[in-house]
């Protein structure tokens, strides 16, 4: 053995890249239209979810999010998708997106939107979806559908230009 001098774990870490992990949820109603939710600080829909807190798991984090943004108190079931985004700006990170099974509710499950951070919720034909997001969000649903219907979950990382 050598006099050799390795980089302590704190250190190590710290000079890592970064990277945002996000997690939501698909939830439909019995006639398959999905809730999507309207944040008041964005110009388009999404999925209820949100970015995880620092050290919390994605499934954590979904559930923790979809309680406070609609109310609902889902155990996340299976992992459907995992979006990849590119950094977009000057000192900006790529965000990791785990959407789950938020399963489907009932007509009478009681949606209470959190003010903060949400201007309105719906249920929506996925179809329509082009209406309301972009490519991206979109994209996102298709696969958390797709993965929910073939029971595998789907790598989707956004196209890099």
């Given amino acids: 053995m050598t006099g050799r001098q390795f980089t302590d774990h704190d250190t190590w870490f710290a000079q890592l890249p970064g990277v945002v992990v996000a997690a939501g949820a698909l939830i439909t109603d019995p006639a398959g239209r999905v809730l999507i939710v309207k944040p008041n600080y964005r110009d388009h829909w999404t999925l209820p979810g949100g970015v995880c807190e620092q050290g919390e798991p994605p499934h954590a984090g979904c559930a923790r999010e979809v309680e406070e943004e ?9 992992l459907l998708a995992v979006d990849w985004s590119q950094p977009y700006g000057l000192g900006a990170r790529p965000i990791m997106h785990f959407v789950f099974d938020g399963g489907t ?57």
């Fill in 105 to 161: 509710v009932s007509e009478s499950t009681r949606i209470v939107v959190q003010e903060e951070e949400l201007d309105d919720y719906q249920f929506a034909d996925p179809g329509l979806l082009d209406s309301y997001a972009p490519r991206y969000v979109t994209g996102r649903i298709a696969a958390a559908f797709a993965a929910r219907a073939s029971g595998a979950t789907i790598y989707q990382p956004q196209r890099l230009s």
């Fill in 70 to 78: 609609v109310g609902l108190v889902l155990p996340p079931g299976a």
